[in-house]
């Protein structure tokens, strides 16, 4: 049996990269309307692929700690092969059928999501030497977190210019011109590219043979409970957890809803792509600062500075400048940089092999949560603002925003504090 884990870092960039930086990014919300669904349709399928990753999110983990992280993330390629070929072959204004295959799509996405959470992560921090395996996870958190960034730039941008028949027919001959319809699943075409690489990566995966437990499914829904109880009950996991999912759902729910901020600043929509690959070269450059900072200052600084910075970035959206608002905006995004960095380091160094991904699941679920009942409160304020001019209602919304954030915030860094000093005693 092969044992040599020195090649699962590379194999874990490679499967990072190809599986999250897809290239229908920048058009999936158009790309289901254009296949002829109704915008309370896309709504709902949203919906259902939330739910789908909040239901499987830490059994996921949980299983892939008792079978071995190298078979889930098997599963999660296969998955992610299925819901690419549903939209690969659904009919256009097909009806029924096409909102048949869309809803297959959505909750393939989930669980192909919810089973890589946490076990790609798991699987490489396990096959570093266990000697100096702390800085080795440092740098190599760094290299995924910069190429992730790379790989998310060019998906961005290809994706985007490829799904515009206009585009794609000024480059190609007029005996080889393409319809709109054909020029709208090329990037579904693409991502399945991509999931046929996932696959194939996977499978040349090595389980570390001490990350595999014999388990049944109760000894499996034991393991999360304990598992849940863990990381809530630890100082270190319990204040990296509640202060980052703050952190995060604010900046996450930004980061949904950026393309209206851009309308309101003036951006002209076509750039909202390029606007992605912006953010994707800044994630070439922080997570080398995210890793000085982390090395140098205490996981409690690190948090305060990360929620410092959050705080800056939406006073600075609050006066809505037309274009120059584009600077608080990027500011705001490498917040989730850090905080990416921040977040993994710590509960990596917490957590033991037996039991790391489903630590990494409780996280993520914790987040989504989190993320989820943020953007439900977001969308209730927007609804209590007349929208007239056009974005009244989401310029009032950033602006009570910061209170909140400033408030709870100052709240949780002060118990923190306290929490971590009695430890400490």
């Known amino acids: 049996m092969n044992t040599d884990l020195s090649g699962n870092s590379n194999r874990y960039v490679i499967f990072s990269v190809f599986f999250t930086a897809r290239a229908y990014y920048p058009v999936l919300a158009i790309l289901f309307i254009d296949l002829g669904l109704t915008l309370d349709q896309f709504v709902m399928l949203n919906l259902i692929w939330a739910i789908a990753i909040f239901l499987f999110e830490v059994p996921s983990g949980a299983l892939a700690d008792a079978f071995g992280r190298r078979s889930l993330l098997i599963t999660a390629s296969i998955l992610m092969v299925i819901e690419m070929l549903c939209l690969l072959v659904a009919p256009q204004g097909g009806g029924v059928l096409l909102l048949i295959l869309c809803v297959i799509n959505r909750i393939c996405s989930g669980l192909s999501e919810a089973c890589a959470s946490g076990a790609d992560e798991a699987l490489a921090y396990d096959s570093l030497p266990q000697e100096d395996r702390k800085p080795a996870w440092d740098a190599l958190l760094a290299k995924v977190m910069r190429w992730r960034s790379l790989g998310f730039m060019v998906a961005m941008i290809v994706g985007g210019l490829i799904y515009d028949p206009k585009t794609l027919n000024f480059f190609l001959p007029s005996n080889f011109a393409i ?43 034991s393991r999360i409970l304990a ?42 929509e076509w750039t909202f792509g390029f606007l992605g690959a912006i953010f994707g070269i ?65 509960l990596h160094e917490e957590a033991d092999s037996s039991r ?28 209590r603002f007349p929208n007239n001019p056009e974005g009244a209602a989401l310029s009032k919304a950033l602006l009570w925003q910061v209170p909140f954030f400033a408030l709870t915030t100052f709240v949780l860094l002060g118990w923190a504090f306290n929490k971590l000093r009695n430890t400490r005693v």
């Open 179 to 221: 319809s709109a319809e054909m020029a709208h699943r090329l990037p579904v075409l693409l991502v399945l590219i991509q999931a046929l690489v996932c696959l194939c990566i996977t499978l040349r995966m090595v389980e570390p043979a001490k990350t595999k437990s014999e388990a049944g499914v109760a000894e499996i829904f």
């Open 227 to 268: 598992t849940t109880g863990w990381v809530l009950t630890n100082p270190n996991t319990l204040v990296v957890i509640v202060i980052g999912v703050l952190l995060d759902s604010i900046v996450r729910n930004f980061a949904t809803i950026n393309s209206s901020y851009y309308r309101l600043i003036e951006l002209p």
């Open 282 to 346: 800044l994630g070439l450059f922080i997570p080398s600062l995210a890793k000085y900072t982390n090395s140098r200052f205490s996981m409690l600084t690190n948090l305060a500075m990360i929620a410092v910075g959050t705080l800056i970035g939406l006073i600075a959206l609050v006066p809505t400048w037309k274009i120059l608002g584009l600077i608080p905006a990027m500011f705001l995004m490498t917040m989730m940089f850090f905080l990416s960095f921040t977040v993994s380091r710590v």
């Open 356 to 383: 790391r991904a489903t630590v990494l699941s409780v996280k993520g679920l914790i987040f989504n949560l989190g993320y989820g009942l943020f953007s439900l409160a977001f969308s209730i304020l927007l609804t």
